[in-house]
């Protein structure tokens, strides 16, 4: 499984963009690239997902470089709502596989 | 609604009473989860199941049971329970969602305590 690598915590000021790196050197072929969203005490929620390129949903974006070694996650303007601590998990995409979360990123949005 | 629910959501026992934490779908996922989420450690996968009478180890499996006989349900089973195995733990299962995405589908959790 390809071991990801994020900042353990970043601060962002209200209506910044924000951007969150993950780093997969050993992502494999097949691997897709998974963003969740966790606040305190419930359990993690999808954001999006992306193989290659640029994808875009409505609450983020994910830029993958042509290398694929690493990915980030883009929220614009965040708010207060979005502190919360985001994971990026590297893996195949049917699931049907063993998972492995990294420690997450905890972003902090300040007023 | 399409969700996953946990019971019990709090439990507090005591060293080697045998418990069952239940997980239930409702969405006629296939592949099932569960994790355990400790201060500092993130979420570690404990089991998974790829359906009904499949089910494999993931990076913490020691002092833990699970089966799986039907597909919407997925209990996790601690036979021994022992106090570092006090964690908040969380149900999943998966679904390939739309436009080729996949996301897993997190219950509310169960925070159990072992005394």
């Known amino acids: 499984l390809a071991k990801t690598t994020q900042p353990i915590s970043m601060d962002s000021y209200e209506g910044q963009e924000v951007n969150i790196t993950c780093s997969h050197n050993?992502?494999?072929?097949?691997?897709?690239i998974t963003w969740y969203q966790q606040f305190p005490s419930q359990g993690p929620r999808f954001i999006i997902q992306?193989?290659?390129t640029k994808v875009t949903n409505e609450v983020a974006s994910l830029f993958i470089p042509a290398d694929r070694k690493s990915s980030t996650l883009s929220l614009p303007r965040v708010s207060l709502s979005d502190t919360a601590v985001y994971y990026c998990l590297v893996g195949g995409y049917t699931g049907y596989q063993k998972v492995t979360f990294g420690t997450g990123t905890k972003l902090q949005v300040i007023p | 609604e399409a969700q996953v629910t946990q019971n019990p959501r709090y439990l507090i026992t005591v060293t080697g009473k045998k418990l069952t934490v239940t997980c239930s779908q409702n969405m006629n996922h296939e592949y099932m989860s569960w994790y355990r989420q400790d201060p500092g450690l993130g979420l570690r996968q404990i089991y998974y199941?790829?359906?009904?009478?499949?089910?494999d180890k993931g990076d913490v499996p020691e002092g833990y049971k699970v089966s799986r006989k039907e597909k919407r349900n997925f209990p996790l089973i601690l036979e021994s329970p022992s106090p570092n195995q006090t964690s908040l733990y969380f149900c999943?299962?998966?679904?390939?969602?739309?436009?080729?995405?996949?996301?897993?589908?997190f219950g509310p959790g169960t925070r159990l305590t072992v005394l």
């Open positions: 199941s790829m359906n009904v009478e499949v089910t």
């Open positions: 999943a299962s998966t679904s390939p969602g739309t436009s080729g995405t996949n996301e897993q589908f």
């Open positions: 050993n992502i494999a072929t097949n691997d897709y």
């Open positions: 992306g193989y290659k």
